[in-house]
Nanobody, 124 residues
């Protein structure tokens, strides 16, 4: 059974940076598409970014494009989200997800495994 564990969340000021990681265990994720989603208080979970199995293809939500970078290191079975120029509206619990597909999109029902989430809080 694949398990995903997020790390790297915290409380920062607007304009700061954070790097989230998602470590997979139980099986290799080198053939899985992976993604980051987030959920702010009182809101539905929303798509942030996805990366194909090889890392060659990425998709970002408009709200994070140009500020966030998704990447992966298949040799470490780990995915990352570099978040720069953070804004208060980025405050949310961030979840990583993995899909049986080699490339996946923005819909959460495309993903088969989910982590427990890590809190990111950005103050103004």
């Amino acid at each position: 059974q694949l398990q995903l564990v997020e790390a790297g969340g915290g409380s920062v000021q607007a304009g700061d940076s954070l790097r989230l990681s998602c470590a997979a265990s139980g099986r290799t994720v080198s053939s899985y598409a992976m993604a980051w989603f987030r959920q702010a208080p009182g809101k539905e979970r929303e798509f942030v970014a996805t990366i194909s199995w090889s890392g060659a293809n990425t998709i970002y939500s408009d709200s994070v494009k140009g500020r966030f970078t998704i990447s992966r290191d298949n040799s470490k079975n780990t995915m990352y989200l570099q978040m720069n120029s953070l804004k208060p509206e980025d405050t949310a619990v961030y979840f990583c997800a993995a899909s049986f597909l080699i490339e996946a999109g923005r819909l959460d029902n495309e993903y088969d495994y989910w982590g427990q989430g890590t809190q990111v809080t950005v103050s103004s």
